[in-house]
Nanobody, 123 residues
C-alpha cells in the first residue's frame, strides 16, 4: 500500500509561481509512474503531468512550457513546479501513483491518490 500526501498549494496572483510536493509513504520504486491531476469546481478531474519509468515526463497541452514535474527518489517525493500561473489553473491538485502488476495473465493497474491541495490563482 502507498500513501501520498500533497503540500504546497495556496493563493497566488496571475503570473506567479508555486511548487507542489507529494511525499509517498512507500518507495517510489514500487510505482511505475507518478502523476499530477487537477479538478476545478464543476469540472472533471484532468491530467496535468506524469513522471514515469526511465525518467520520462509528459504534460497536458494546457501546461506545457509552464509546469515541470520532477522526482527525488531519495526523499520519495515528486514535485510540480508551476510557473506563469493563470486563473484557469485554479483547482484542487491531486498526486496519483500508478502501479502496474500482473496477476496470472492479467495486467492490473492500481492507482493511489493523495487528499489534494488547493491552488488559487487570482488578482
Amino acid at each position: 500500500q502507498v500513501q501520498l500526501v500533497e503540500s504546497g498549494g495556496g493563493s497566488v496572483q496571475p503570473g506567479g509561481s508555486l511548487r507542489l510536493s507529494c511525499v509517498a509513504s512507500g518507495s517510489l520504486f514500487d510505482l511505475n509512474a507518478m502523476d499530477w491531476y487537477r479538478q476545478a469546481p464543476g469540472k472533471q478531474r484532468e491530467f496535468v503531468a506524469e513522471f514515469s519509468d526511465g525518467g520520462r515526463t509528459s504534460y497536458a497541452d494546457s501546461v506545457k512550457g509552464r509546469f515541470a514535474i520532477s522526482r527525488d527518489s531519495a526523499e520519495n517525493t515528486v514535485y510540480l513546479q508551476m510557473n506563469s500561473l493563470k486563473p484557469e489553473d485554479t483547482a484542487v491538485y491531486y498526486c496519483n501513483g500508478v502501479r502496474i502488476s500482473t496477476v496470472g495473465s492479467r495486467i492490473v493497474r492500481s492507482d493511489y491518490w493523495g487528499q489534494g491541495t488547493q491552488v488559487t490563482v487570482s488578482s
